[in-house]
């Protein structure tokens, strides 16, 4: 029987979120509804923007991301995850504050890409300018070459794939953002990628492995596979 609880600290985005709690359900070995995990969500979408308070022209979230810890704290979550990348680089101090952990998608990826795709050697990313700048995957990732966007096809094509006035932020899951998205991945193909990490759950809404020529993986499909059928878990 499932009983533990599994926490979601989401709203970082809304969809993102409901997304992430679909990959939970889909990775349950379920045949009733009695047999699914009960899953607890806060989805604060009033958490300040993460990319702009790394870039230093935003607030600072991690009071509202702890805020939203601790809501799943007393609600008693055995384990919980954040379904946005880019908050990552402020998983560690949020950790402190609570007692039950919260699952790092990027050490989960890279235990994922050790295990399934050992002789890989360049994996290219499609994230926010936010989380790139933070360094997080060329920390996690420092045995293998990152490659990341030309600038212009940060700025022109990820970046307004997700925060365009046609982007995946305003609800565009087709369209613009889906073509913006696979040229940037051809882009990462040409320089030599032979996996590409979809390093930001907007993504993961538009761009479909079967859209790419090489494997695209989701970290929070990584991450619902993890929290489903693990039972010890690594604090941040």
Not at 90 to 119: G, R
Not at 130 to 156: A, C, M, R, S, W
Not at 171 to 193: I, V, Y
Request: charged share 25%; net charge negative.
């Amino acid at each position: 029987m499932n009983d533990k609880i599994i926490g979601i600290l989401g709203g970082m985005g809304p969809e993102a979120t409901a997304e992430c709690y679909m990959k939970i359900i889909r990775a349950t070995n379920a045949s009733k509804d009695q047999e699914h995990y009960r899953v607890i969500i806060d989805s604060n979408a009033k958490i300040p923007d993460r990319t702009e308070a790394i870039s230093g022209k935003g607030e600072n979230p991690v009071p509202e991301m702890v805020h939203a810890a601790k809501n799943l704290e007393k609600l008693e979550v055995d384990v919980a995850c954040i379904p946005c990348m880019t908050a990552h680089y402020f998983i560690e101090e949020v950790q402190k504050f609570v007692s039950f952990p919260l699952l790092n998608a990027f050490l989960e990826l890279k235990k994922f890409i050790q295990e399934h795709y050992p002789a890989a050697h360049k994996i290219g990313v499609l994230a926010t300018t936010g989380t790139l700048e933070t360094g997080l995957f060329k920390k996690y990732f420092d045995h293998l070459e990152v490659i990341n966007p030309t600038p212009y096809t940060q700025n022109e094509k990820v970046m307004r794939a997700i925060y365009g006035e046609n982007g995946i932020k305003s609800g565009n899951t087709d369209g613009e953002p889906l073509q913006l998205l696979k040229e940037a991945s051809q882009e990462l193909f040409d320089n030599g990628a032979e996996l590409i990490i979809s390093g930001c759950t907007e993504i993961g809404l538009v761009l479909k492995p079967y859209h790419l020529p090489v494997p695209l993986i989701d970290p929070m499909e990584v991450v619902a596979n993890v929290v489903v059928k693990e039972t010890v878990y690594q604090k941040s």
